[in-house]
């Protein structure tokens, strides 16, 4: 859930895959994109440019992505949707338009470039079944882990990464220590 610059509310649907639009913010006056069956769109984040970028967690049928789309006129199109991870969860966009997605199956957190590109895929800093991310205001990334995806899941913990415009190191570089915080 996350608004634009034209006050149009959007929503990720998990249950049908599916990505839909309030006009206005007037649920009255909406548009949806369907994705495939059983992406199950989760995370959902609006850049600077108000374009809008969703984490699909997949299913044993369908892989994990992330998709972009644009408003156009009233419609929803899609810019793009790649195929990475597993079990994506929630996703952040942070100053240059990158977005960075919690990956929970495989323990990393991926960021992508405004044009789909991967920039890396990234660990470490206690990252375990990271769940969500969140930028904080020196591009830094942070990031929720929920811990194991099996068994006792009572091993949560926070993960900073260093961002993509941190000039002291590369992007994705774990910030906070090896157990995390």
Do not use: H
Not at 47 to 53: I, L, R, S
Not at 60 to 86: E, H, R
Not at 116 to 123: C, T
Request: hydrophobic share 30%; net charge neutral; proline share 5%.
């Amino acid at each position: 859930l996350d608004t634009d610059s034209k006050n149009n509310l959007w929503i990720a649907s998990y249950g049908n895959s599916s990505v839909c639009v309030f006009l206005g913010g007037d649920p009255k006056q909406s548009s949806c994109f369907q994705q495939p069956q059983d992406s199950n769109t989760f995370g959902l984040g609006v850049a600077q440019d108000d374009t809008v970028w969703i984490a699909n967690t997949g299913s044993y049928s369908t892989q994990s992505s992330v998709a972009k789309f644009k408003l156009q006129g009233t419609a929803i199109s899609q810019v793009f949707n790649v195929p990475i991870g597993q079990s994506l969860k929630g996703l952040s966009i942070d100053s240059q338009g990158n977005a960075w997605v919690a990956s929970g199956s495989d323990n990393k957190v991926y960021a992508l470039k405004p044009d789909g590109s991967l920039i890396g895929a990234f660990d470490g800093g206690g990252m375990s079944g990271p769940w969500s991310t969140t930028i904080d205001g020196e591009d830094n990334v942070w990031v929720a882990n929920f811990g194991p995806f099996s068994g006792n899941f009572s091993n949560g913990r926070i993960t900073k990464l260093s961002g993509a415009s941190n000039s002291r190191y590369k992007p994705g570089t774990p910030l906070s220590p090896k157990t995390g915080y």
